[in-house]
């Protein structure tokens, strides 16, 4: 989930939140009114029972208790009832209306509110009027009333909190969406960087503060690509002397060592011939010798086929590669297949060197460190690319550590290419491919 998204959430919780606090302090209110109305009426009723026995105190009078009623009822607050008793009056009880207050509320309403909200207990008051004036006041509130009340003031905070929470809500979203829009351009450029995409730039725009983020992206992707081109040369420089070291190593091999095995064996062989005939431990020697001596000639051409670079200019990849494989091929029971997709120009030189090395290295693992009985060298073009895929049933492992330095030389020559090197381990044994850029972009880069 998004930035953005996660904020217009929260926005939208807040609100809600928020509304629900302003509804549940309107009842509250609703409910301190109680207790204030419930207040004033007694204040109010007492003071009418001693004005009218004051002014009025006619005990035989009828029509005193009504008058004194109707008095009481001016002064009560809505919703209030009294019950009152005077000397010349036997206690009544008094309730005003609340019609005031709307229609009568829900009644799953009034259950929930009168389970949060206490209603206030009775108040009760007693006075004298003269020395045999005695009175005594209790006020209380109809429950009914008291939730109706509080349904009044929820539904016009209701109505607000609705209206002012729109626009809110509106505008909030309208400027979380707008002024964090460039966040996700910024994150998926941060994930190509990630993923080793060093062509990832983000267009400033947004706030300034992402305008900054995004011009700090932009140098850091910049400084990476430089880093990057920087590295990749350097290899390509190293890989270069490695070749020149190669083919240097390979020629003293060649005139200094091989020289001196072919002359040892002349001597070993003339040893052997000239050894008396009583004497045939010398001659039996000699030919000891000479058989070691033909070993060393064997490893010292295979050394000097690793070493020497084949000529690609003149015979192109593929028939280096199909030598190379034929002289693995008849030195074990390994059958070795080359699928080449390509055209006969369609890699430079360098890269066909590096290409060339790289399947060197791939078949030397592969059965030096396994037992495969197939090895398959496919070459295919891929879109713009140019994709090298070795796959082997020997049941190796990526984790052997002895193949440590062959996958090393792999990722560098890979790097230096500009291209991408994934390995999988299979169910009988390892996949390498190898993807590098066309020959286009291979020169252009």
Request: aromatic share 4%; with cysteine; glycine share 10%.
């Amino acid at each position: 989930m998004s930035l953005r998204v996660r904020l217009v959430l929260m926005l939208w919780l807040v609100t809600a939140v928020a509304g629900l606090a302003t509804l549940v302090l309107s009842a509250t209110d609703a409910y301190r009114t109680v207790a204030r109305d419930m207040h004033g009426t007694l204040a109010r009723a007492g003071y009418v029972l001693e004005r009218n026995y004051r002014m009025a105190p006619r005990a035989n009078d009828p029509l005193h208790a009504e008058r004194t009623a109707i008095d009481l009822l001016g002064v009560m607050a809505p919703g209030t009832c009294l019950r009152f008793e005077q000397r010349e009056i036997t206690q009544r009880r008094l309730c005003a209306g609340w019609q005031v207050f709307g229609p009568i509320a829900p009644a799953a309403f009034r259950e929930g509110v009168t389970r949060m909200f206490a209603l206030p207990p009775p108040l009760e008051r007693s006075g004298s009027a003269s020395q045999d004036g005695d009175f005594t006041l209790i006020v209380s509130f109809d429950p009914v009333a008291a939730a109706t009340l509080a349904w009044q003031r929820v539904r016009l905070a209701l109505w607000q909190t609705v209206a002012m929470a729109s626009g809110i809500l509106v505008l909030g979203t309208v400027a979380i969406l707008w002024r964090l829009g460039p966040v996700g351009g910024i994150v998926a450029e941060l994930d190509r960087l990630a993923r080793g995409d060093l062509g990832a730039r983000v267009e400033p725009g947004g706030a300034r503060e992402f305008r900054r983020i995004a011009r700090a992206v932009n140098r850091l992707a910049a400084r990476l690509r430089r880093g990057a081109a920087e590295s990749r040369a350097l290899t390509r420089k190293l890989i270069e002397v490695e070749d020149v070291e190669r083919r240097q190593l390979a020629r003293d091999l060649h005139d200094e060592f091989g020289q001196t095995l072919t002359a040892t064996g002349a001597v070993a062989a003339s040893i052997a011939c000239a050894a008396p005939p009583d004497r045939p431990d010398i001659a039996r020697d000699a030919d000891a010798i000479g058989a070691n001596i033909r070993s060393m000639m064997a490893c010292l051409r295979d050394a000097f086929a690793r070493l020497r670079p084949p000529d690609l200019a003149e015979i192109g990849l593929a028939a280096s590669l199909r030598t190379m494989l034929s002289g693995w091929e008849t030195r074990g029971g390994t059958a070795l297949t080359l699928d080449y997709g390509l055209a006969d120009d369609a890699l430079p030189d360098a890269v066909a060197l590096d290409l060339y090395r790289i399947v060197q290295e791939c078949v030397t693992n592969a059965i030096r460190h396994g037992d495969p009985r197939q090895v398959r060298v496919a070459f295919r073009q891929v879109g713009g690319a140019v994709e090298l895929e070795v796959e082997d049933d020997g049941g190796g492992r990526l984790g052997d550590s002895d193949a440590g330095h062959g996958i090393l030389g792999i990722t560098e020559r890979v790097g230096a290419m500009d291209g991408r090197l994934r390995m999988d381990e299979t169910p009988a044994g390892i996949r390498v491919r190898v993807t590098v850029p066309a020959p286009s972009e291979s020169r252009a880069a």
